[in-house]
């Protein structure tokens, strides 16, 4: 199947700074990409869905000032989480939508686990 | 999407065929059933998909009822590696349609 990669795969960080995670989708073009939240326990959550060179679609309840997404290429797209805070410490998780072939197909990335001190 | 229901946990012996249900009742005729598992700490991986015909690859076979309302992935020989959470989604294959998971059924492959 199609491969996605995710950078870094965990990070720490400070309580007010601004962490990047990059989403690469690496065989495959992705006009579109999306954005998970998963906490302990509990299922994938859906944030953001990123679409190359436009606005991305959040859903209820996600700042869209808090979580920047940018999809600038349709290989990359990146979730920056500003000022975190402890809260928002969880298994950050992207996908890419392989429209290539004759059925679409989301592959998932490896997950970036983010500590907020 | 179609709202689908999967047991909470199962278990099978290492070696045999896991067999997990789906339930997806109000499944519309443009949705298809994806199946994805998540493997601890790890992103979800792509299983199967189908749409009314019984579908098998390289990891699992998909039975969907001739009715559609309902699927079982098998796992024809399993192993303690496929000792997972397992996602049954419903959705249009096409469009800008996104993946909603549920709970799913966690599987335990025993020695």
């Known amino acids: 199947g199609a491969v996605v990669s995710q950078h870094p795969s965990w990070v720490i960080c400070k309580s007010g700074t601004s962490v990047k995670i990059e989403c690469r989708s690496l065989?495959?073009?992705?006009?579109?990409m999306f954005w998970y939240r998963q906490f302990p326990k509990q299922s994938l959550m859906l944030m953001a869905t990123?679409?190359?060179?436009?606005?991305?679609?959040?859903e209820q309840g996600v700042e869209k000032d808090k979580f920047l997404i940018n999809h600038a290429s349709l290989t990359l797209s990146t979730l920056t989480v500003t000022s975190a805070h402890p809260e928002d410490s969880s298994f950050y998780i992207c996908?890419?939508?392989?429209?290539?072939?004759?059925?679409?197909?989301?592959?998932f990335g490896p997950g970036t686990r983010l500590l907020v001190l | 999407d179609a709202k689908t229901t999967q047991p909470p946990s199962m278990d099978c012996a290492e070696g045999r065929a896991a067999n997990l249900p789906c339930n997806h009742s109000?499944?519309?005729?443009?949705?298809?059933v994806y199946w994805y598992r998540q493997i601890h700490s790890q992103g979800p991986q792509y299983i199967i998909h189908g749409l009314k015909n019984n579908e098998t690859n390289e990891m699992a076979s998909l039975i969907i009822t001739e009715d559609r309302k309902s699927s079982t992935l098998i796992l024809p020989h399993a192993t303690l590696r496929d000792t997972a959470v397992y996602y049954c989604?419903?959705?249009?294959?096409?469009?800008?349609?996104?993946?909603?998971f549920g709970t799913g059924t966690r599987l335990t492959i025993i020695p």
């Open positions: 990123s679409n190359e060179g436009s606005k991305a679609t959040y």
């Open positions: 989604i419903a959705r249009p294959n096409f469009g800008n349609e996104k993946l909603t």
């Open positions: 065989d495959f073009q992705a006009t579109t």
């Open positions: 996908s890419a939508r392989d429209t290539g072939g004759l059925m679409e197909t989301q592959y």
């Open positions: 109000t499944i519309s005729g443009n949705e298809y």
